[in-house]
């Protein structure tokens, strides 16, 4: 993958000299000198860029440049980590979109194979679905979690671009898409066929006043996702900066950085896009949220807890729950307290579910049940099982 790969610039190396003792630009290795990757060893992070964004349906030839973003990122100071991070540097633009994508997708895969985490700093966001493409030597059915205003899913007949690129990721071979989520979409800004499709398809799409009435209802849809994105125009413009983002409405920077901890937090969660990425040159302070989005991914990885060994009845707790015709079965873990509802096996159809099928919840989604409500992830997870 080194031959993808173009090293940091001199400005940010320069810059990490001047840096004070103890902040991430001092412990972060970095790809310094073209052809000398850092050593992968023992690694569970990796800052990567892709300066790509020919896809941008507002592309203008605008170029992408992440210095402002990474000293801010390095002038932060880690909590009580003991993971190591490397930044392999970027992606520059390739001869075509195809091009850039084969080389993100192989540098993803090489990646993943060490089960290092990617953490991509990415132009437009069609580039998920290279993202996505790398994992297809898994075999695995997937969960994507997108945090966006929009659904993104377009025609899948038509080129792809940064607002329709699920649509290919739907259809194309090999079909590994299991879930969509959409974690804060804005009714104005998607079609309405768009808004029918994911309910036809049992897709998870969550209003922005859903999610941000109850910032921790997402963290079971995290915590079920292999691949987690972040449209950074999702962050209201007050927040972000009304020069790269004009939309007033949004996530504010406690809202996205609390989110952003939770998918660090999932044992699942193996990769994070940030999406739409702009240079920030003319506004510090949207580098240095997305620096702090990037801080908090990084903490709640460190702070994982493995609960998820339903081996022994002595780690949780079973509770069964009759709802009309079904009866069903939450477990509780005795050392997180996290919240997960089982899915039956249907013996006589196609399962797609080549995992354990238990579906990760809420305590509310439990006393939901209690009172004769089935909750609608587990429904919808039943609908597409049975498909």
Known sequence: MIEFLTPISKSVVAHREILAPGVLGKQIEAHVTQGALPSLHQVKFALLGVKENRNDEDYRGETINFDVLRKALYGLYPGNWTEKIVDLGDIEPGNSVEDTYFAFRTVLEALLKKDIIPIVLGGSQDLLYAQYRSYDFKGNMLNLVNIDHRFDLGDAEQPITNKSYVGKIIVDKPYNL????????????????????????????????????????????????????????????????????????????????????????????????????????????????????????????????????????????????????????????NKTGRWWIELPFFSNVNNKLKRPTLLPCTYGEYLSATNQEIPERWYKARQKNEV
């Open 178 to 333: 299991f879930n969509y989520s959409v974690l804060g979409y804005q009714s104005y800004f998607n079609p309405p066929a768009e808004i029918a499709l994911m309910e036809k398809l049992y897709f998870d799409a969550y209003r922005l006043g859903t999610v941000t009435k109850d910032i921790t209802e997402v963290e079971p849809i995290l915590r079920d996702a292999d691949i987690v994105a972040l449209d950074v125009s999702a962050i209201k413009s007050g927040d972000l900066s009304y020069k790269y983002n004009n939309s007033p409405n949004g996530f504010d920077s406690r809202e996205i950085c609390a989110i952003s901890r939770y998918a660090g937090i999932s044992n699942k969660v193996s990769s994070f896009g940030l999406f739409e990425l702009k240079e920030f040159n003319q506004s510090e302070s949207a580098a240095t949220l997305i620096s702090q989005v990037i801080w908090y991914f990084i903490e709640g990885v460190n702070f994982r807890v493995d609960d998820e060994d339903f081996s022994s009845e002595k780690l949780y707790k079973t509770y069964q729950v009759p709802v009309g015709d079904e009866i069903l079965t939450f477990k509780k873990s």
